[in-house]
């Protein structure tokens, strides 16, 4: 762990465009030419490197973005897609077939846990939902059937954290997959050096950063990634949710920033974690003493990123809220939107956006009350001053 620096990493990857450009050259074409017709069956049967068929097996900008995504995890290998649930999809669908099983933590993004819940289970393959910081519940819940153990290093929205190292023991025991979604904290927590056998992110947050894309990426063994692409039972081949060369070009560009960003979101959501908590306001915050798994994540993550840019306060109702949220944004204190990882806070309430896919009783259950409101920390560069003009809000509706 000690010499593993995720952003140096990135920073040691050299490239060079086809005119000596230092941006690698973007490769604007979905099928390639073969000089001989040899060549062409041989690439088709995935007996050539560094030849190229069609795009939504491989592209070359494709390959340099997976190049730096899987340095920056540690992993032999990455596959990036068109959007995170493109990465997630694919995965779980490759892992598991009709008779298998997953436990998967309770609070995950939405969008995972209505694929778990709806679809995957049409295909014959159930899911046991546990409360991931109770690691008795967890392999109590694991059957001869398990294939998979599924979580989030840090959890929507509820920032609860995961112990990868632990969960990855008890994978390891049981013979399960261990797939760690670390969307909210890439750089700040590496899974896979913690035991993961495969991490995926939504690059449409953090790692993009520009809230312009979506995308996605799998990190993984070179076996697993090989398996996706597989031209004749890979689901990422079959199922065809590939990024754009262009997109992945983008992409890529912005990844370069991602060491600068993710300190400064962590300082700032650190700053107002902070002050709020003083004034009295329910605040979460994985870098807050108060947070129940403050010590565990703090042995976890790369110190000089911090504890991320997501943040939750409770400011009592609903509607109170709701006025909160619409008062920020006439002020310019960000967004009411979804999402998370732009330049601007952008803001939600969970319950009603982002986790409505889980039914109102179980929201209630783990904690997910109406007056949440979930902040993706911005880049603000005088934060004290967004500090004054947020409390204000809160002030003036009562809240404080
Ligand atoms: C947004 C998100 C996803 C889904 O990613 P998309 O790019 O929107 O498909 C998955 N997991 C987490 C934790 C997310 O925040």
Known sequence: MKNFNPADNIQDLQY????????????DSSTYTFLSAKTMFDTFEGNMEGCYLYSRHSSPSNLYLDKALA????????????????????????????????????????GTYAFL??????????????DITKLDLIEAAITPQTKVLYCETVSNPLLEVADI???????????????????????SVSPARLGADIVIHSLTKYINGSSDTLGGVTCA???????????????????????????????????????????QHSYNAQFLAER????????????????????????????EYGFGGMMTLDVGTLEKANAVMELMQARNLGYLAVSLGFYKTLFSAPGTSTSSEIPLEEQHEMGLTD??????????????????????????????
Not at 276 to 301: N, Q, W
Not at 371 to 398: H, P, W
């Open 16 to 27: 060079f465009g086809e005119f000596g450009g230092v941006n690698p050259s973007i490769s």
């Open 71 to 110: 340095a920056m995890e540690g992993t032999e290998a990455a596959n990036v897609s068109a959007s995170g649930m493109g990465a997630i999809t694919p995965t779980l669908l490759q892992l598991c077939g009709a008779g298998d099983h997953i436990v998967s933590s309770r609070t995950i993004y939405g």
């Open 117 to 130: 819940k709806n679809f995957i289970s049409r295909f014959g393959v159930q899911t046991t939902f546990v």
């Open 165 to 187: 190292a632990r969960l990855s023991k008890i994978a390891k025991k049981h013979n399960l997959t261990f797939v760690v979604d670390n969307t909210f904290s890439p750089l």
């Open 221 to 263: 063994s070179r076996i697993f990634i090989d398996s996706l692409k597989n031209v004749n039972s890979g689901a990422s081949m079959l199922l065809g949710p590939t990024m754009d060369s262009l997109r992945s070009a983008s992409v890529m560009k912005n990844l370069r920033t991602l060491h600068i960003r993710m300190k």
């Open 276 to 303: 709020f908590e003083k004034d009295g306001i329910k605040t979460v915050y994985p870098g807050l003493k108060s947070h129940p798994s403050h010590e565990l994540y703090a042995g976890m993550i790369n110190p």
């Open 371 to 400: 007056g949440l409101i979930r902040f993706s920390i911005g880049l603000d560069n005088d934060i004290e001053r967004t500090y004054q003009m947020m409390k204000a809000c809160l002030v003036e509706l009562t809240v404080l």
